[in-house]
């Protein structure tokens, strides 16, 4: 397989967690890539990373690929991340599509700020309140073990750390301290170092 991303893509990292939880790293070929180069659109036209190439398979889009992954992980006889066929099946993908949104809000944040006009404030007010109001409501009904890492709690220590890493002068620990308690000891494990971009 390849995955296709980049160092500082949170979408990317996501998958790159999952490689490291589901042992797939050594079957995969990480490609920096350039989301403009015509080579990687001729791959993926929406010129969006991370992209995944398995023999004649190519996917985009982040939540794909973690389930693709880990259905072949599943194939290779280790438990999966997103608990299938269990009663928290949707309450692990709804803490996961939650912080998919976080990410959204941020990474249109980050490219707002980075306008050559004058950024919008209307804008970038909404996506703040998005952020703030998602970050709620995952500290609050959602959050799953430290212990046993799950596709949802990846997705929101991903989006928590792209926080830290782009936005840091929002302070999302202040919204939400029992949130940053959480977060805090992923910080110190293997997989979150490894993926880190810095
Ligand atoms: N929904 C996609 C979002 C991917 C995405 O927006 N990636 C950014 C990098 S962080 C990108 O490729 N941006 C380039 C562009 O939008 O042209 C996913 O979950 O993979």
């Not at 880990?70 to 066929?85: H, M, V």
């Not at 596709?151 to 929002?170: G, K, N």
Request: aromatic share 12%; charged share 20%; proline share 5%.
């Amino acid at each position: 397989m390849q995955l296709f991303y980049s160092l500082t893509s949170p979408y990317a990292r996501k998958c790159h967690i999952v490689l490291h939880l589901h042992q797939l790293l050594d079957q995969t070929e990480l490609v920096l890539t350039d989301q403009f180069s015509q080579e990687f659109r001729k791959l993926n036209p929406l010129g969006k990373i991370p992209t995944l190439r398995d023999n004649d398979i190519t996917l985009m889009d982040s939540p794909l690929i973690c389930e693709y992954l880990d259905n072949k992980a599943i194939q290779q006889g280790r438990p999966s991340l997103f608990a299938r066929e269990n009663l928290d099946y949707f309450h692990i993908q709804l803490q996961h599509a939650l912080s998919n949104g976080i990410l959204d809000a941020a990474v249109a944040s980050v490219y707002e700020k980075r306008r050559e006009t004058q950024p919008s404030e209307y804008w970038l007010s909404r996506w703040q309140e998005s952020l703030q109001s998602t970050i709620t409501q995952i500290s609050t009904k959602y959050l799953s073990t430290c212990t046993q890492p799950n596709i949802a709690s990846v997705a929101t220590v991903t989006a928590l750390a792209y926080l830290d890493f782009r936005l840091a002068e929002l302070s999302w620990r202040d919204w939400n301290t029992a949130l940053a308690d959480w977060y805090a000891p992923f910080t110190e494990l293997t997989w979150f170092e490894k993926t880190s971009p810095e």
